[in-house]
């Protein structure tokens, strides 16, 4: 049974950071293209950030370019985000992709 846990979303002003983190478990990690997404309310699920299959190229959005940071841990099947410089716009549920799973989700909320 594939399962993905998400952690680390919450609120934060303006500027700060956050890191989510995205462990899997039941498949095989490493050799999947994975990725991050968010959703806001009345809005479709938007990519964030993404690693091909294999994990040897990255695809970020305009957004997060220069900002964010996608990383994996293939040792502790675990995907991260890190999130600098955060802006009221990146609000919303981010949601963690590994092949065609998807994780329950994790709120960030940025004030300004």
């Known amino acids: 049974q594939v399962q993905l846990v998400e952690s680390g979303g919450g609120l934060v002003q303006a500027g700060g950071s956050l890191r989510l983190s995205c462990v899997a478990s039941?498949?095989?990690?490493?050799?999947?293209?994975m990725g991050w997404y968010r959703q806001v309310p009345g809005k479709e699920r938007e990519l964030v950030a993404a690693?091909?299959?294999?994990?040897?190229?990255?695809n970020y959005a305009e957004s997060a370019k220069g900002r964010f940071t996608i990383s994996k841990d293939n040792a502790k099947n675990t995907l991260y985000l890190q999130m600098n410089n955060l802006k009221a716009e990146d609000t919303g549920v981010y949601y963690c992709?590994?092949?065609?799973?998807w994780g329950q989700g994790t709120e960030v909320t940025v004030s300004s």
């Open positions: 039941g498949l095989f990690f490493r050799v999947h293209a």
């Open positions: 690693f091909n299959p294999g994990g040897l190229t990255t």
């Open positions: 992709k590994v092949f065609t799973y």
